[in-house]
């Protein structure tokens, strides 16, 4: 098993900037990759960023490109998601997940553990 901790989230002003973090604890070694997703009221889970558990790898939703940064802290086992320029429909609970296959990265359904999210909210 993997446990996944969320942290960071809050209220920002449009433009403004926030930084997430998912520590991950337990079974790490199984892990391949996380990623981070979000989910606004009436609306499904959507693809953010990923990143491979050494993190070679990172990819993107064509909605963040150029504002988010995904990132992993080898030492302390976390991943963190830089959000800039931040826009009102970015408004979400966020969550992270991880993954024991590679591919597929950008499916919620290939992701095997769940963090319980935190909510970012943009607004004036």
């Known amino acids: 098993q993997v446990q996944l901790v969320e942290s960071g989230g809050g209220l920002v002003q449009p433009g403004g900037s926030l930084r997430l973090s998912c520590a991950a604890s337990?079974?790490?070694?199984?892990?391949?990759?996380v990623g981070w997703f979000r989910q606004a009221p009436g609306k499904e889970r959507e693809f953010v960023a990923a990143?491979?558990?050494?993190?070679?790898?990172?990819t993107y939703a064509d909605s963040v490109k150029g504002r988010f940064t995904i990132s992993k802290d080898h030492a302390k086992n976390t991943v963190h998601l830089r959000m800039n320029n931040l826009k009102p429909e970015d408004t979400a609970v966020h969550y992270c997940?991880?993954?024991?296959?590679?591919?597929?990265?950008?499916?919620?359904?290939?992701?095997?553990?769940w963090g319980q999210g935190t909510q970012v909210t943009v607004s004036s």
């Open positions: 997940a991880a993954k024991r296959d590679s591919g597929n990265y950008y499916r919620s359904g290939t992701y095997d553990f």
């Open positions: 337990g079974s790490i070694f199984s892990m391949n990759a």
């Open positions: 990143i491979s558990w050494s993190g070679g790898m990172t």
